[in-house]
């Protein structure tokens, strides 16, 4: 880590692929550096909590907020940069946002010399390929996967060789509540049908509903658990897809051992870097393409927020829009957006008559097909303004809905019988 100086930007390789052994010592130089920016998506993991405690002098520039740095968003500790996915290794590779050094997670090279980023290609290749200093810790643990994942050892100008367990995602708990979104939008997904997929319960829900489906796909920037037992089962095979047929293509994996271990040398899946799984070019040529996205609330006249609570960042823009217009594009697809009805122990609806102050608008109305709650699924495209929110409102938890219908008399949506 004395590569790293003062005034460098670092890109840190994300999700389950944390660099734990790199980021920890890189964080134990803080007081000696000055003008140090962390650039990262997601991080997994007990040193990625830590570092966003790090000094003053090590700021962070999160390309996606998560429980590691939303702390630090909120307060200016750090900084985020609303993008889309799909745009970030652009970014890189133009040197809109350059690099100075990548911290990289790799496996251990093969008879080649070639290491592979293992489970998080998504932006690490474009990053590896556009920093001045590459250095790698080269772990036995980090399963080598197939497709864009490789790195010629000779790329390398530091290698650091580890032996430690990589972030593990916690299985999410399913409610009853979860399971009906699951069912309602299994019976939007016909067989031969090819899947988008976030991770979390709903996710999680929606899996568990397919087991008597028939050849489904797999073109997703992540994967979970969730997958493993349809494989298993023969019900995700790829078969029908109309490119990248018989493959699993996936930017990076968030889940348990279990999954990472399905992924080593497993030439079913292929991971890809996020400008092309989230490219809208690529995804609308798969036919019946289903993408499965969420958020955390949606106003009346069907706007979605997916990224802030009113004015305190989340998450971040992610691969939403541009898995929802790929799906509205393909032959036979669906672009849903799925959501319990309400939050906090059912005490505040998720569909409101506005979206809170300050909250980003995540996808535009215009883009929203399929809305899908625990108490049913409606098709908003071409719907007017009146027509979206009675059908929003009977989407709403029971409770709610004469306080909805109140609020859409008030906003002009409806007119009083």
């Not at 880590?1 to 890189?26: E, I, K, W, Y």
């Not at 790090?54 to 630090?72: E, G, H, K, Y």
């Amino acid at each position: 880590m004395r590569l790293v100086s003062s005034g460098d930007r670092v890109f840190v390789h994300g999700g389950s692929a944390v660099p734990s052994s790199l980021l920890s010592a890189l964080l134990g130089r803080s007081p000696e550096l000055h003008d140090v920016e962390l650039v990262h998506l997601h991080l997994n993991g007990p040193v990625a909590m830590a570092s966003a405690a790090a000094a003053p002098n090590i700021r962070q520039r999160a390309l996606f907020v998560d429980a590691s740095t939303r702390d630090a968003v909120a307060t200016g500790a750090a900084t985020y940069v609303p993008a889309f996915l799909s745009d970030v290794p652009r970014l890189f590779s133009t040197r809109r946002l350059p690099l100075d050094v990548a911290l990289l997670h790799v496996s251990p090279r093969d008879a080649h010399g070639f290491c592979s980023l293992g489970v998080s290609v998504d932006c690490a290749l474009a990053a590896a390929r556009a920093a001045r200093l590459r250095i790698a810790q080269v772990n036995p643990r980090m399963p080598r996967t197939h497709g864009d994942s490789f790195l010629h050892i000779d790329n390398f100008d530091a290698v650091v060789e580890v032996d430690e367990p990589l972030p593990e995602g916690p299985s999410p708990a399913m409610s009853e509540d979860h399971r009906a979104v699951g069912r309602n939008i299994a019976e939007l997904i016909d067989d031969g049908a090819t899947l988008q997929l976030g991770i979390g319960a709903i996710p999680s829900a929606v899996l568990a509903m397919l087991t008597s489906h028939r050849d489904l796909g797999i073109h997703s920037e992540v994967v979970s658990d969730g997958v493993l037992d349809l494989i298993t089962a023969g019900v995700i095979n790829g078969s029908r897809k109309t490119i990248n047929r018989g493959k699993l293509v996936v930017a990076f994996l968030n889940g348990s051992r279990r999954l990472y271990d399905f992924a080593d040398d497993n030439p079913m899946l292929e991971m890809r870097t996020v400008d092309y799984t989230n490219d809208t070019r690529v995804i609308l040529r798969l036919d019946n393409m289903v993408a499965i996205n969420s958020a955390l609330e949606i106003d009346l006249t069907g706007q979605v927020c997916a990224e802030s609570l009113g004015t305190r960042m989340y998450s971040g823009v992610g691969g939403q829009m541009d898995f929802l217009r790929g799906a509205a594009l393909s032959q036979g697809g669906h672009p849903v957006i799925a959501l319990l009805s309400t939050a906090h122990g059912g005490k505040r609806s998720r569909i409101v008559p506005t979206l809170a102050d300050g909250a980003a608008v995540t996808t535009t109305r215009a883009h929203v097909h399929w809305v899908v709650t625990e108490h049913g699924r409606v098709n908003l495209h071409g719907l007017d303004l009146a027509q979206r929110a009675r059908a929003l409102i009977g989407l709403a938890a029971p409770g709610f809905r004469d306080e909805l219908s109140a609020a859409a008399l008030r906003r002009g949506l409806l007119r009083s019988e």
